[in-house]
């Protein structure tokens, strides 16, 4: 595909974070009441715990969020400036702009509505033996409003891309601009993705989701999201097999697209369900001892797939992609990766 039809194809929306990462112990993770591989939101609780991880431990600052993740190593595996966008809600403040810079170096069209009145949102990164626990607070993530995105110059970026990602805790913000772009896909035979995200996703804003759920072409996620969907939806199965092609199968808004669930599972195969059966796909092994942090894994996964699914690749192209790209990525220090992918 020649770069110049890639400009723009790929979309995201959703909360932009920077990471305080660290790798902390069992002491802190039971003191804030924290469980590996788990992502939530910020109580009242939890808010001591960034200036006491900076304090006592040696903090990373990474621009992070799950969506603008994903966008980022699309945009790195398709090496073409201005191939992805992304929109999302910052602060007018120091670390908007070191988002803004870092975002912006990376090659992604960012189109950032910024608050005035609330500092640019956070999540604390703690890991513990390579695995990692996310406690987000959204504060600026959480004013994004669907004006921001009916805006002409915005709204643009939603015409020209003819695909969009948008990780489910974005659910928990702004509904409306999800529904306006799901509809503008489905309108025009565009692909629509999300992700599950988080188990609290699935169980708490259920609603939501199941507005969602008709217009995804494809739903990502892990197993521990699966099984709590499962849950959720009373099915009854731990199998995440099972599971996959369940969802594969829910009601579809339009028959363009049949819809295709990709479930990965750590250092075991990725799960792939469409027309009701499902393939397996290994992943890269990695020795424990090269194992950095599994902070960004899923969201690296997501990115590495779509930048082959614009291309129109086959679904085990994408598959490979998504899994070379985590495994750039858990051998490094949060979602990063090196100045050019080496895929092919």
Not at 68 to 90: D, H
Request: net charge negative; charged share 20%; hydrophobic share 40%.
């Amino acid at each position: 595909m020649a770069s110049s039809d890639l400009d723009g194809i790929l979309l995201g929306m959703g909360n932009p974070l920077l990471d305080v990462s660290a790798v902390v112990d069992q002491e802190f993770l039971n003191k804030y009441d924290i469980k590996l591989n788990n992502a939530i939101l910020a109580e009242d609780k939890h808010l001591p715990m960034y200036d006491e991880m900076s304090q006592k431990f040696n903090v990373e600052y990474i621009a992070g969020g799950a969506t603008q993740n994903s966008i980022k190593v699309a945009q790195w595996m398709l090496q073409v400036p201005g191939a992805t966008s992304y929109m999302g809600s910052i602060g007018k403040d120091k670390y908007g702009e070191a988002m803004k810079k870092d975002a912006t170096a990376a090659g992604v069209n960012v189109h950032y509505y910024e608050d005035e009145s609330t500092g640019t949102g956070t999540c604390g990164v703690c890991v513990v033996g390579g695995e990692r626990s996310l406690i987000a607070n959204l504060s600026a993530a959480n004013c994004y409003k669907v004006e921001h995105l009916k805006k002409p110059e915005n709204w643009a970026l939603v015409e020209k891309a003819k695909f969009y990602y948008i990780a489910g805790f974005f659910l928990t913000v702004s509904p409306e601009s999800i529904q306006l772009v799901r509809e503008h896909a489905a309108a025009n035979n565009k692909v629509f993705t999300m992700n599950l995200s988080a188990p609290f996703i699935c169980e708490f804003f259920k609603d939501v989701q199941e507005k969602c759920l008709p217009y995804m072409d494809y739903v990502f996620g892990n197993e521990t999201e699966a099984r709590t969907f499962s849950r959720v939806h009373g099915w009854e199965t731990d199998d995440v097999e099972q599971i996959a092609i369940k969802i594969s199968q829910l009601p579809k808004a339009t028959g363009t697209y049949k819809r295709t669930t990709v479930i990965t599972q750590g250092a075991d195969p990725v799960v792939v369900a469409e027309d009701g059966k499902v393939k397996k796909y290994p992943v890269i092994p990695l020795p424990k001892e090269k194992l950095v942090d599994t902070n960004g894994a899923g969201d690296a996964f997501v990115g590495g797939f779509l930048s082959q699914l614009v291309h129109g690749k086959a679904i085990e192209e994408c598959v490979r992609a998504g899994c070379y790209a985590s495994n750039v990525v858990i051998q490094r220090s949060g979602c990063t990766y090196p100045e050019k992918p080496d895929f092919n």
